[in-house]
Antibody, heavy 124, light 107 residues
Framework: EVQLVESGGGLVQPGGSLRLSCAASGFTVTNNPVTWVRQAPGKGLEWVSVIYTGGMTYYADSVKGKMTISRDTSKNTVFLQMNSLRVEDTAVYYC??????????????????WGQGTPVTVSS | DIQMTQSPSSLSASVGDRVTITCRASQSIESYLNWYQQKAGKAPKLLIYAASSLQSGVPSRFSGSGSGTDFTLTISSLQPEDFATYYCHQTYSTLWTFGQGTKVEIK
């Protein structure tokens, strides 16, 4: 059974740092990309970052330079290091598995399994 | 970045109604379009991928269509458990983006 479990969220002061973890089971992070998505209170979903099976990473413009995605393959865990946090980074952070599936000759990448989310509050 | 615009932002409907939600991309995304359902306090759930493919386990009353820039999600007969917020999501470009969401409420 595929599961993703986030941890590491909490209250942090503006300018502070936090590292989120996403522990995966039922698949390996070397076989499927893993992504982070956040949702500010009362707002919609915002894609944050992805790490591909080969280690390539991508970031939304809003977090580029202040967030870093990485993984520990021995622990089958993906991390999101968040620095220089601002009030507007307050959100529930979800990790999700990226399902690379071929449809009509092209590889699409929906997010088929999600964690329960971990809340991050940036406040003084 | 590719902008995804959903309409309407919210709608009220009754059980049994046919509901259609539209998603428009700022440029062609071919069929790289997915739909998710999110209930309050829960993680999103994948409904439709590649514009029209139904995810395993999702009821057949959900369907998706479209390609290029214009897409629709249709619920053929709204059920009580379908009241939720729905998001479209493009994976055409490297920088993935979501629509702003459509909240489906009980009339």
């Amino acid at each position: 059974e595929v599961q993703l479990v986030e941890s590491g969220g909490g209250l942090v002061q503006p300018g502070g740092s936090l590292r989120l973890s996403c522990a995966a089971s039922g698949f390996t992070v070397t076989n499927n990309p893993v992504t982070w998505v956040r949702q500010a209170p009362g707002k919609g979903l915002e894609w944050v970052s992805v790490i591909y099976t080969g280690g390539m990473t991508y970031y939304a413009d809003s977090v580029k330079g202040k967030m870093t995605i990485s993984r520990d393959t021995s622990k089958n865990t993906v991390f999101l290091q968040m620095n220089s946090l601002r009030v507007e980074d307050t959100a529930v952070y979800y990790c999700a598995r990226v399902w690379g599936t071929m449809v009509r000759g092209v590889t699409v990448e929906p997010f088929d399994y999600w964690g329960q989310g971990t809340p991050v509050t940036v406040s003084s | 970045d590719i902008q995804m615009t959903q309409s309407p932002s919210s709608l009220s409907a009754s059980v049994g109604d046919r509901v259609t939600i539209t998603c428009r991309a700022s440029q062609s995304i071919e069929s790289y379009l997915n739909w998710y359902q999110q209930k309050a306090g829960k993680a999103p759930k994948l409904l439709i991928y590649a514009a029209s493919s139904l995810q395993s386990g999702v009821p057949s009353r959900f369907s998706g269509s479209g390609s290029g820039t214009d897409f629709t999600l249709t619920i053929s007969s709204l059920q009580p458990e379908d009241f939720a917020t729905y998001y479209c999501h493009q994976t055409y470009s490297t920088l993935w983006t979501f629509g702003q969401g459509t909240k489906v409420e009980i009339k």
